[in-house]
């Protein structure tokens, strides 16, 4: 397993530093929004299907031969209280990360596992279809810029 | 001529082993997070990711800072890091459960802060002084923005 880039011991930066102003570094190349990638009521284990789609999109994505980062997002229906539904669409797309990192040896450097809860809904949470499809993750693929073919 | 021979071998073997130590993949993902400033780091006990009030007394100190990047262009990834035994994966998960639980720390007191996260696992001993068992809150510049950029491919089934 790789570590993250270091720093200084006891370095710690300032905020108030100017911000850069060149362009965004990375645009999405691909995003992977796939049925194996939906979770059970309350779960945030993944499927045996989801594991093996996600190891075809990484190994693809070593075919392709390009440097890339990995957004994973996680979601959730609407059942239950914003902050239970932030804490859980998290820790569905820790469970992706966790998974691509140490089953598929991505760099966790490379990984931005991020939570939306159920502020994206993709379907109706008034229907038990709508609220299975709404429990899910999603994978973006992001490229550097100067990579865009 | 066998001079030569030899002079060549040991040409090709400091090439090799220049390649080996800088495997290309890595270079570019060291030269990419090169803009990577570490805000503040919180401490966790071996094991846990429970937070200290030593750990929350750094997160109190940080909201401030945290409150005023509100450019798009900045970026706050928190990153554990974990050396508790068990396996990769269990590590790996570990430390991005520590990141979680200082991400939702910072939430409590900033509602609207939605960071992005990640976990390392690593070996006990690496990392000079910092204390192995920890959460950095990093800053990036320009890194990704995806919710204003297009999605050239999107797969679905």
Redesign the interface.
Known sequence: ???????P?????E???P?????????????????EFSFDFDQYSLSDEGKKAVSEIIADLRREGR?F?L?IDGHTDNVGSAQYN??LS??RA??M???I???EGL????????GHGDTQPLADNQTAEGRSTNRRVEI?V?L?KAANP | MRSLLVGFWMAFLCIAAVAQSTPP??A???N?????????TVNFEKGSHQLTEEGRRAISALVP??R??D?P??LV?I?G?STSSG???D???L???RA?AV??AI?QRLPKF?????????AIG?????VPDRV?I??Y??????DT?????????
Do not use: C
């Open positions: 397993m790789t570590a993250a880039p270091q720093r011991a006891g370095a710690v930066a905020p108030d530093a911000v850069d102003e060149t362009p965004i570094r990375t645009f999405v190349y691909r995003k992977f929004r796939l049925p440097w980062l957004r932030t804490r998290v820790r820790i469970a990360g966790s998974y990192a140490t089953h760099d966790p450097t490379r990984i931005f596992v991020k973006l992001l550097p | 993949e890595a570019e993902t060291e990419y997070f090169a803009g990577r400033r570490v805000l503040g800072q945290l005023s990047l450019e262009r900045r990834r990153e890091f396996n990769a994966g590590r790996v998960t430390a991005m459960i979680k991400g939702e939430r939605s960071p992005t996260l990640t976990g390392h696992a690593v690496t990392g000079g002084s910092l950095e990093v800053l510049d320009n890194l990704l923005d995806i950029v297009d999605i050239q491919e999107a797969i679905t089934r």
